[in-house]
């Protein structure tokens, strides 16, 4: 096919699909249902978004299980990362790329009609991580008078604040690298 002075080739399910389907939603992948791609009769093609696509591809079992994990799988790594499994030893265990099962997690999590638990567990696993990168990086913070006495130790610049009922550390983290001599009136050091 040609436009302009360019050539332009298409698939024949592309092309049947788009003179003989509505496409309302603009999705932009034409699914075969049955799985035969040697089948362009407009009663087997379908307007999909990609991961729709791959979700039949799954449920069929037409993807390669060099690439990808069966329906099944991916059914067994969701229950188990909704119950608290990293979805790094998922990733791990099942031989299949971190972000890919991620992915492909979410996706179904939506099919499912779990996605804001899927989103929960993502969070909470994301929060324990960063807490025990942090565990043992924290200073203690001593609290002073402005006479220069302890007035008390805190775990850290966070606890300090929040022990004042501050949002924020900032300021006793300008005391603590000379930028200014008090915050919250009170002077600070490291402990």
């Not at 002073?144 to 501050?166: F, I, M």
């Not at 300021?171 to 002077?187: E, H, K, W």
Request: with cysteine.
């Amino acid at each position: 096919m040609w436009q302009g002075n360019k050539a332009n080739s298409r698939t024949v399910h592309r092309l049947v699909a788009q003179t003989y389907i509505s496409n309302p939603d603009n999705k932009p992948v034409v699914n075969h249902i049955d799985a035969n791609r040697a089948n362009p009769h407009r009663d087997n093609l379908e307007w999909v978004t990609q991961s729709e696509n791959l979700r039949h591809a799954y449920r069929l079992g037409t993807m390669s299980a060099k690439r990808t994990l069966s329906y099944a799988q991916l059914n067994e790594c969701l229950a188990r990362f909704l119950a608290g499994e990293s979805m790094t030893r998922l990733s791990g265990e099942f031989k299949h790329a971190l972000g890919r099962l991620s992915i492909n997690l979410r996706n179904l999590a939506v099919e499912m009609g779990v996605v804001d638990q899927f989103t929960k567990e993502l969070i909470r696993q994301k929060n324990w991580r960063n807490k025990e990168a942090n565990r043992g990086k924290q200073t203690p913070v001593l609290q002073l008078d402005l006479d220069g006495r302890v007035v008390a130790e805190h775990c850290s610049l966070t606890a300090a604040a929040a022990s004042l009922g501050k949002d924020t550390s900032g300021p006793i983290s300008n005391v603590l690298r000379r930028r200014q001599r008090s915050a919250y009136g009170f002077l600070w050091k490291l402990g």
